[in-house]
């Protein structure tokens, strides 16, 4: 079955990085697109970076010049580089991959 397990979260302060993966089993993961989602308290989850299975890439512009998605296919393992970090990006982060999600990941900006 397809699996898809975060890790990296956790509390950084505002201005600071964290670096989260996702890996995935259970399909050929060079073939698919893969999603980070977030999901803040008391509001909807949202798309917050997407990348296709030819490398290209796209952003929410709440994290544009901030954020990077990355893929390595050879480790079946998509990432989000998070820079510049601001306590409005607190929430539990998530993977999709087709319609399957990853249990998520928290991460939270305070000082």
């Known amino acids: 079955q397809v699996q898809l397990v975060e890790a990296g979260g956790g509390l950084v302060q505002p201005g600071g990085s964290l670096r989260l993966s996702c890996a995935a089993s259970?399909?050929?993961?060079?073939?698919?697109?893969m999603f980070w989602y977030r999901q803040a308290p008391g509001k909807q989850r949202e798309l917050v970076a997407a990348?296709?299975?030819?490398?290209?890439?796209d952003y929410a512009d709440s994290v544009k010049g901030r954020f990077i998605i990355s893929r390595d296919n050879a480790k079946n393992t998509v990432y989000l580089q998070m820079n510049s970090l601001k306590p409005e990006d607190t929430a539990v982060y998530y993977c999709?991959?087709?319609?399957?999600w990853g249990q998520g990941t928290q991460v939270t900006v305070s000082s």
């Open positions: 999709k991959q087709l319609d399957n």
């Open positions: 990348i296709t299975s030819g490398g290209s890439t």
């Open positions: 259970g399909r050929p993961f060079r073939l698919y697109a």
